[in-house]
């Protein structure tokens, strides 16, 4: 996301052309975070309209001491937040053993057939993260994927940091078995002559 500043300061003069700007140029990351958390097309879009009612309302707060995405993403995953906890009463954690992440995204190189990899894992984590209950998505969404401290992800949610720490390590877990057991099935899809995946390997 790359919201100039002038076009920041000129929301914050009330300038209607420049909010309008600011909405285009940055739309896609809002969406794309409040898809990630809500799991829901139709939620997201709600969520992001909602953002941009808050941004508007909000936005001569905004002081520059942070990024304007980083603020940006905090509104969103604000107003996302308060969607989900409309759901969670129907959600129900599953308990799971605490371990370590390990790191699926791969880093990309020069490669074509590792970065056609690292596209396909990034693929398939994107649709495990969409079968966790809601208050683990959120956490590695938050934490994992747009960088915010476990402090900042534990007051998004309500709980406390050292129970963020606790459902960021039973997502991570839950989602290394799911991936885990998708590569065999695809590595038999691929055919004879395709080679063994990662997860035949090992």
Not at 2 to 7: I, L
Not at 15 to 36: G, M, T
């Amino acid at each position: 996301m790359d919201v100039p500043t002038e076009v920041i300061e000129r929301c914050q003069q009330g300038d209607p052309l420049a909010f309008e700007e600011l909405i285009r140029l940055s739309q896609r990351d809002v969406y794309s975070l409040a898809l990630r958390l809500t799991g829901n097309p139709d939620d997201a879009a709600e969520v992001a309209q909602e953002t941009y009612l808050r941004l508007l309302r909000s936005i001569k707060t905004f002081r520059g001491e942070a990024k304007f995405s980083t603020w940006l993403y905090r509104v969103t995953s604000s107003v996302a937040m308060t969607s989900l906890r409309k759901r969670a009463r129907r959600r129900h954690e599953v308990p799971l053993e605490n371990e370590q992440w390990q790191d699926w995204h791969a880093p990309a190189s020069g490669d074509p057939g590792a970065e056609l990899d690292r596209r396909q894992l990034a693929e398939r984590l994107d649709s495990a993260l969409l079968t966790l209950p809601a208050g683990y998505r959120a956490v590695v969404v938050m934490r994992d994927v747009y960088g915010f401290s476990l402090a900042e992800v534990g007051n998004q949610l309500g709980i406390s940091e050292g129970a963020a720490k606790v459902r960021l390590h039973r997502a991570r877990q839950k989602l290394k078995e799911m991936l885990v057991e998708e590569a065999p099935a695809q590595a038999r899809a691929t055919g004879p002559g395709k080679g063994p995946s990662k997860g035949e390997e090992e």
